[in-house]
């Protein structure tokens, strides 16, 4: 595979949420691209996806929110409810628009509203380097074969091959486990438009409706050593939620029982880029940026990973498309690349420098032993993040 044409020098790699929404955005900008991702179809990992306000002014800047609204039901309230002192108590979830997508229909519209032969299935990025003469980044693909690009955005997530060519790797842990999956009510699920997030002890479920029918729904909890096994079976998943749901209402046991198979995802640990990692990396190298998990892998603790991928999306492009019309010569080009993601990384990184603050701080809540350190993020969280919905309130702005 070769690119020669100027307008098809921008390389995506990775084709799961953020690089397909790269790629769509730069499109509506009149940019052309092509996405590698390295599975022979289009990946949709972790069953569902919740998207807050600010995920769905992006979609609307992709001009696919309309359609997805299509697909799921508005949720318009919350509860909580603790098992360990049968507290019941409301859970605000804001007056905006909260919904939950099937992973699926993101990918699929978003891949759907890309031009012919922008996406390449099978295609695996094993490394990067910058050309010594030119500076240009070649891409040595699977096979051996070599791929020459001017712009590369790495968008291959937590694993990114492009962000450990950067020495960005996400390398901290929480140990927390997440069972996320799907069950089907044929009679209607009991749930209407309510979230409901049930905890005992250091186990969470979260249940959402999709539609009037569908729930999805997550289990956190405690790392243990059955979870390497687990993984390797939809079966051996579905066993070790029922297990981990024990003494919780027979309604959410009922749920695990019944759930759909193919729809189980089990993630065994928790990894993410942690705040000050954020805050002293440059994120670019040459023509080379990132975006979405690659640069800012973070926990499901806000629901805020997908919907940052989405931002990242629609600022890049909008800053890259500020480029495309200057006619210059091949380093004046670059130099022009290189300014438009030093202008896209700024105005990121303090998003996503406080996303990931609150993202670390509820995590560190959740997972520490120590009770000094638990209480220590609950001062640290009421004082920086007074406002819980503050975060859905950003607007990345049009395209």
Same mark, same amino acid.
């Given at each position: 595979m070769e690119i020669g044409d100027a307008k098809e020098n921008i390389v995506i790699v990775g084709g799961g949420i953020c690089g397909l929404a790269t790629a769509l955005a730069l499109h509506r900008k009149g940019i052309r691209s092509v996405v590698l991702e390295r599975s022979n179809t289009l990946r949709a990992t972790g069953a569902a996806i919740i998207v807050h306000p600010n995920g769905w002014r992006?979609?609307?800047?992709?001009?696919?929110?309309?359609? %997805?609204?299509?697909?799921?039901? +508005? @949720?318009? &309230?919350?509860?909580?409810?603790? $098992?360990?002192?049968?507290? #019941?108590?409301?859970?605000?979830?804001?007056?905006?628009?909260?919904?939950?997508?099937?992973?699926?229909?993101l990918v699929d519209i978003l891949a759907?509203?890309?031009?012919?032969?922008?996406?390449?299935?099978?295609?695996?990025? %094993?490394?990067?380097?910058?050309? +010594? @003469?030119? &500076?240009?980044?070649?891409?040595? $693909?699977?096979?051996?074969? #070599?791929?020459?690009?001017?712009?590369?955005?790495?968008?291959?997530?937590?694993?990114?091959a492009i962000s450990n060519m950067m020495g960005v790797k996400a390398e901290k842990i929480f140990t927390i486990?997440?069972?996320?999956?799907?069950?089907?009510?044929?009679?209607?699920?009991?749930?209407? &438009?309510?979230?409901?997030?049930?905890?005992?002890?250091?186990?969470?479920?979260?249940?959402?409706?999709?539609?009037?029918?569908?729930?999805?729904?997550?289990?956190?909890?405690?790392?243990?050593?059955?979870?390497?096994?687990?993984?390797?079976?939809?079966?051996?998943?579905?066993?070790?939620?029922?297990?981990?749901?024990e003494g919780f209402p027979t309604s959410i046991i009922e749920m695990a029982k019944n759930c759909e198979l193919d729809s189980l995802h089990l993630t065994e640990y928790l990894r993410y880029h942690a705040p000050w990692d954020i805050l002293r990396r440059r994120f670019r190298e040459g023509?080379?940026?990132?975006?979405?998990?690659?640069?800012?892998?973070?926990?499901?603790?806000?629901?805020?990973?997908?919907?940052?991928?989405?931002e990242d999306a629609v600022v890049l492009a909008r800053c890259l498309a500020r480029t495309s019309h200057i006619h210059r010569n091949a380093r004046g080009a670059k130099m022009q690349v290189e300014?438009?993601?030093?202008e896209y990384l700024k105005e990121r990184k303090l998003r996503i420098l406080r996303l990931s603050l609150q993202m670390y701080l509820i995590g560190k809540m959740l997972d520490a032993p120590s009770q000094f350190v638990k209480f220590i993020c609950i001062i640290l969280l009421a004082i920086l993040f007074s406002d819980s919905h503050g975060h859905s309130r950003y607007d990345c702005g049009s395209l």
């Open positions: 992006a979609l609307d800047q992709l001009g696919v929110a309309s359609h %997805l609204r299509q697909t799921s039901i +508005p @949720i318009l &309230s919350g509860q909580f409810h603790s $098992l360990n002192n049968d507290e #019941l108590k409301e859970m605000p979830v804001g007056k905006e628009e909260l919904r939950c997508l099937k992973r699926t229909d759907n509203s890309l031009p012919r032969n922008t996406l390449h299935l099978g295609c695996e990025v %094993l490394s990067i380097k910058l050309d +010594p @003469i030119t &500076s240009s980044p070649v891409l040595q $693909l699977q096979g051996g074969r #070599l791929l020459n690009a001017k712009v590369v955005i790495g968008c291959d997530g937590v694993n990114s486990s997440v069972i996320r999956g799907f069950t089907n009510y044929p009679n209607g699920q009991e749930l209407g &438009s309510q979230f409901r997030l049930t905890k005992k002890d250091d186990t969470q479920v979260g249940q959402l409706p999709m539609n009037k029918n569908l729930v999805y729904w997550f289990i956190t909890r405690k790392y243990t050593c059955q979870d390497s096994m687990a993984s390797k079976s939809q079966k051996l998943i579905r066993n070790l939620a029922v297990d981990s749901v023509t080379v940026t990132l975006a979405g998990d690659a640069m800012h892998a973070m926990g499901p603790f806000l629901a805020q990973g997908g919907s940052a991928c989405l300014e438009a993601f030093d």
